[in-house]
T-cell receptor
């Protein structure tokens, strides 16, 4: 599975937009970019997944350039409750029975008032 | 309805004991996993099961034995517990294709004293 690189930590204030960039230079053709969020004492939660261009859901947007070697998770108008660790992963989709997610250190986002 | 449920949530036990953690998912997923998150917060895959068949068995001591009685359940039995086994154990499930992400349970915090 492709290795990803993302900042260890980020700080923000309530109401700001937060962009977390992830590098995945060795991404394969059948890999999708996936982001998870983990609050303390909880399991990771799937946020968003994309292959190319832009994906938006009720939680976040994911921007993926044409070369797919990086991606940016955008959290609009963060609140204190968005304080969490955010993981960027590349995952092959398709008939990949039992493919395990390989988590890195993630980005610890701290939101202050 | 809890999608992936683990029991117990907390487990404190003495060295040398044998303990089990149970996991059940009601999402209709065909693949289930066990992950370990250590004190440094790294999430590591331990096992993966697809349709009750073991797919992934990472370098885990053979004191750890997963058991999948059916597609909806994946239990983890640990023999002769050691201090180093103290961690948070997460169960997760997904479709075999990975579409829609992986759903994690809320974790079982195991403390070996």
């Amino acid at each position: 599975l492709a290795k990803t690189t993302q900042p260890i930590s980020m700080d923000s204030y309530e109401g700001q937009e937060v962009n977390i960039t992830c590098s995945h230079n060795n991404i394969a053709t059948n890999d999708y970019i996936t982001w998870y969020q983990q609050f303390p004492s909880q399991g990771p939660r799937f946020i968003i997944q994309g292959y190319k261009t832009k994906v938006t859901n009720e939680v976040a947007s994911l921007f993926i350039p044409a070369d797919r070697k990086s991606s940016t998770l955008s959290l609009p108008r963060v609140s204190l409750s968005d304080t969490a660790v955010y993981y960027c992963l590349v995952v092959p989709l398709g008939d990949q029975a039992g493919t395990a997610l390989i988590f890195g250190k993630g980005t610890t986002l701290s939101v202050s008032s | 309805d809890t999608a992936v449920s683990q029991t117990p949530k907390y487990l404190v036990t003495q060295m040398g004991n044998d303990k089990s953690i149970k996991c059940e998912q009601n999402l209709g997923h065909d693949t289930m996993y066990w992950y370990k998150q250590d004190s440094k917060k790294f999430l590591k895959i331990m096992f993966s099961y697809n349709n009750k068949e073991l797919i992934i068995n990472e370098t885990v001591p053979n004191r750890f034995s997963p058991k999948s009685p059916d597609k909806a359940h994946l239990n983890l039995h640990i023999n002769s517990l050691e201090l180093g086994d103290s961690a948070v154990y997460f169960c997760a499930s997904s479709h075999v294709t990975g579409t829609g992400g992986y759903t994690f349970g809320s974790g079982t915090r195991l403390t070996v004293v």
